[in-house]
T-cell receptor, first 112, second 113 residues
Framework: GNSVTQMEGPVTLSEEAFLTINCTYT??????LFWYVQYPGEGLQLLLK?????DKGSNKGFEATYRKETTSFHLEKGSVQVSDSAVYFC???????????FGGGTRVLVKP | DAGVIQSPRHEVTEMGQEVTLRCKPI?????LFWYRQTMMRGLELLIY????????DSGMPEDRFSAKMPNASFSTLKIQPSEPRDSAVYFC???????????FGNGTRLTVT
C-alpha cells in the first residue's frame, strides 16, 4: 500500500536558520505529493503541492521538489521565522479526489 | 467562504455516553473526510464520502463509530458508546473531486472520562 515517512521531530531552530524536513514515500505509479502545515489549535492547511516528477512546489518561502528517482519530497526554507513554528505533514494521493495518506508529522520550533 | 465548520470545538463526556460530532463542508465541495488525530497514532482517516456516498470506511475503528452524510452540506460522526480511548481531535475536511487540496476544519477535541 501507499505510505509516507518523514523525519521525527521535534526540530528546534534559531530564527533565520535553514530548515529541511525529509519526506520519502512508497506508492505505485505517479502520486501527487503535498505538504500541509498545522498551527496550534487549528486544522491542517495546504502549504504546497507537486503533481508530477521534477515539479517544484513553493509557497511562503517554502519549497519542495518531487524526486521520482529517490521517491522523496523534502521540504526546505532558507530562513525560518518564529511564526513558522508548527507541525508539518507530508502526504500523497494516488487518484484525483481520493484520500490522502499522511506521514507522522514533524514538529518545528523556531526560537527567537 | 467560511471554510469547513465543525462543532463543537470541545466535547467532554463520560464513558458510555453517545457523542455526535458535526461538520459543514465548504459549499460546492463534493468529497468529505473524517480524520482522527492522536499523539500515538498521528492522523488516521476514518471514512470518506464522495457525493454524499460513503466510499471507504475501512478506517472506522469499531462498530461503535458511525458516520452519515444526509446531504451535501452536513455530516455527522457518532460514537456510541464512547470510551476513554476515543479521546482525540477529530477533523473534518472537504475537497472538490479532482486535483483539489483538502480543506480542514479546526477540529473537535473530544475527551472521554
Amino acid at each position: 500500500g501507499n505510505s509516507v515517512t518523514q523525519m521525527e521531530g521535534p526540530v528546534t531552530l534559531s530564527e533565520e536558520a535553514f530548515l529541511t524536513i525529509n519526506c520519502t514515500y512508497t506508492a505505485t505509479g505517479y502520486p501527487s505529493l503535498f505538504w500541509y502545515v498545522q498551527y496550534p489549535g487549528e486544522g491542517l492547511q495546504l502549504l504546497l503541492k507537486a503533481t508530477k516528477a521534477d515539479d517544484k512546489g513553493s509557497n511562503k518561502g517554502f519549497e519542495a521538489t518531487y524526486r521520482k528517482e529517490t521517491t522523496s519530497f523534502h521540504l526546505e526554507k532558507g530562513s525560518v521565522q518564529v511564526s513558522d513554528s508548527a507541525v508539518y505533514f507530508c502526504a500523497l494521493t494516488k487518484a484525483a479526489g481520493n484520500k490522502l495518506t499522511f506521514g507522522g508529522g514533524t514538529r518545528v520550533l523556531v526560537k527567537p | 467562504d467560511a471554510g469547513v465548520i465543525q462543532s463543537p470545538r470541545h466535547e467532554v463526556t463520560e464513558m458510555g455516553q453517545e457523542v455526535t460530532l458535526r461538520c459543514k463542508p465548504i459549499s460546492g465541495h463534493n468529497s468529505l473526510f473524517w480524520y482522527r488525530q492522536t499523539m500515538m497514532r498521528g492522523l488516521e482517516l476514518l471514512i470518506y464520502f464522495n457525493n454524499n456516498v460513503p466510499i471507504d470506511d475501512s478506517g472506522m475503528p469499531e462498530d461503535r463509530f458511525s458516520a452519515k452524510m444526509p446531504n451535501a452540506s452536513f455530516s455527522t460522526l457518532k460514537i456510541q458508546p464512547s470510551e476513554p480511548r476515543d479521546s482525540a481531535v477529530y477533523f473534518c475536511a472537504s475537497s472538490l473531486q479532482g486535483d483539489s487540496p483538502l480543506h480542514f476544519g479546526n477540529g473537535t477535541r473530544l475527551t472521554v472520562t
